[in-house]
């Protein structure tokens, strides 16, 4: 088992969950909006919903490199052009964050969130698509059975992105103040998700 590239994996998905994207700042909003119990609760919504991907990933992926070794190699391909292009999507983006929550986000509750979550979630086929690209080139071990590493994958992905959700959700008030006081900070987050779209899909292909 190779934990360096387990390191790599925790390392990479800390960094993406800590940059500005449609979840995390949904999150965000809404603890600004309506507390830390509203944004926790989202984030329980939205973690639950990964399994599905994962379970989905994992044995597709799995049986598709049983059948044929050599499509392994096509996938890992495929999954470093889309990092590339979500690199690219991420530079064209804006790097304003805005965080108008109160007038954005309506009033739910604890259960609605949470359900929402999972829905946002499950029925968001690009998640799939992003761990289809990220997976496979993260693979650690040669004993393990593929459709095992996947569920290893997506695991900690999913522990890695409730720690740094939940610590959003927390600390929402004094991210959001911080964000207002240092207009550049969306610049930064927006590098720095380029970067590791652009260092994942490296790795994956060499």
Do not use: R
């Not at 998905?13 to 800590?18: E, G, K, Q, R, Y």
């Not at 190699?73 to 999954?79: A, E, P, Q, S």
Request: with cysteine.
């Amino acid at each position: 088992m190779n934990y360096d590239i387990l390191i790599s994996f925790v390392l990479a998905t800390s960094a993406l969950a800590i940059s500005p994207g449609p979840d995390n700042i949904y999150v965000l909003l809404q603890s600004i909006a309506h507390g830390k119990a509203s944004g926790l609760a989202t984030v329980a919504g939205l973690i639950s919903g990964c399994l599905v991907h994962t379970t989905l990933v994992a044995f597709g992926v799995s049986a598709i490199i049983k059948n044929n070794e050599d499509l392994f190699l096509i996938i890992k391909i495929f999954g470093a052009c889309y990092l590339l292009y979500l690199a690219y999507k991420v530079y064209k983006s804006s790097s304003k964050l805005h965080l108008d929550g109160d007038n954005a986000v309506p009033k739910k509750s604890l259960t609605q969130l949470f359900k929402q979550g999972v829905v946002m979630n499950v029925l968001n086929p690009k998640v799939s698509l992003f761990f289809l690209a990220l997976f496979p080139g993260f693979l650690f071990s040669n004993t393990l059975s593929k459709v095992t590493q996947f569920y290893v994958l997506g695991l900690l992905f999913m522990l890695v992105s409730l720690i740094i959700f939940s610590a959003i959700a927390i600390l929402s008030g004094a991210i959001s103040n911080y964000i207002k006081q240092h207009a550049n900070i969306g610049v930064y987050l927006k590098w720095l998700q380029i970067v590791v779209f652009v260092l994942i899909a490296i790795l994956i292909v060499i």
